[in-house]
């Protein structure tokens, strides 16, 4: 006896990808991070310049001199890791905040798609944690979000 799909699955990056924003936001995405990435290759190559500058003058440099000019260094350095970090988060955050939108648009079309087909459940097939999902009792969403999803 063949049971009625009751489970959905889709990929769920896939359907996220084929979303006309996508790229935009992905583009917005790449120019924000190469601007932390000019930034932070700005500041490496004033800590470089700075450090070179103290190997080359350290032997001269009387003990006060030397002690405030490496507790500069270490502080400078610091900084630099303090930036790379918030960078990291900053990224993160605005790339969460970028993709909320189409992420609320896929949730959507997924909840009308499995409404509109009487499933219980849809499973997202990228993390791998269902290796088998029996034909039988489900059926592939995805091309159904995608249509939703491609002509809003």
Do not use: H, W
């Amino acid at each position: 006896m063949v049971n009625e799909p009751y489970i959905g699955y889709l990929s769920y990056e896939a359907a996220l990808r084929s979303m006309p924003q996508y790229d935009s936001v992905q583009v917005q995405m790449d120019e924000l991070r190469q601007a932390y990435e000019k930034e932070m290759k700005r500041v490496e190559d004033e800590f470089n310049l700075k450090y070179e500058e103290f190997l080359e003058g350290r032997a001269q440099y009387p003990r006060t001199i030397l002690l405030k000019r490496q507790q500069e260094l270490q502080d400078m350095m610091q900084r630099n890791i303090n930036f790379k970090n918030e960078s990291r988060r900053e990224l993160a955050e605005a790339e969460k905040k970028a993709m909320a939108p189409l992420r609320a648009r896929l949730n959507k079309a997924i909840a009308e798609v499995a409404r509109r087909e009487g499933l219980a459940v849809v499973v997202n097939t990228d993390s791998e944690a269902c290796p088998f999902i029996d034909p039988d009792v489900s059926q592939d969403i995805e091309e159904a979000v995608k249509a939703i999803i491609t002509s809003e």
